[in-house]
């Protein structure tokens, strides 16, 4: 029953921003953690970070410095704000939540496609 629905992807031209956002019910008011996860063409999936309940935040390394993620507990969204953006940052990018009193259950979104490219 968790539904979360992505949006802020497009293209950008490398050094670009973007701004994703994340919304679900209880989304952010969550014990559990929320995740950003991007998959590029004929790749594994990565996790790019992560933002805990008590607001502590981790990244990846490929991102660190370039990416910020951030929440609005008030309109139950989880953002991550992308600058100095690179070709190789093309990647279909989704939010994950998990739930449960062990947050032993995964939910993920649909995805939004950035696309870094002249």
């Known amino acids: 029953q968790v539904e979360l629905v992505e949006s802020g992807g497009g293209l950008v031209q490398p050094g670009g921003s973007l701004r994703l956002s994340c919304t679900a019910p209880?989304?952010?008011?969550?014990?559990?953690?929320q995740d950003w996860y991007r998959q590029a063409a004929g790749k594994q999936r990565e996790w790019v970070s992560r933002?805990?309940?008590?607001?502590?935040?981790s990244y990846a390394d490929s991102v660190k410095g370039r990416f910020t993620i951030s929440r609005d507990k008030a309109k139950d969204t989880v953002y991550l704000q992308m600058n100095s953006l690179k070709p190789e940052d093309t990647a279909m990018y989704s939010c994950?939540?998990?739930?449960?009193?062990?947050?032993?259950?995964?939910?993920w979104g649909q995805g939004t496609q950035v696309t870094v490219s002249s």
């Open positions: 933002i805990l309940s008590d607001g502590t935040t």
């Open positions: 994950k939540v998990a739930r449960g009193s062990w947050c032993e259950y995964m939910y």
């Open positions: 209880g989304f952010t008011s969550n014990k559990c953690g």
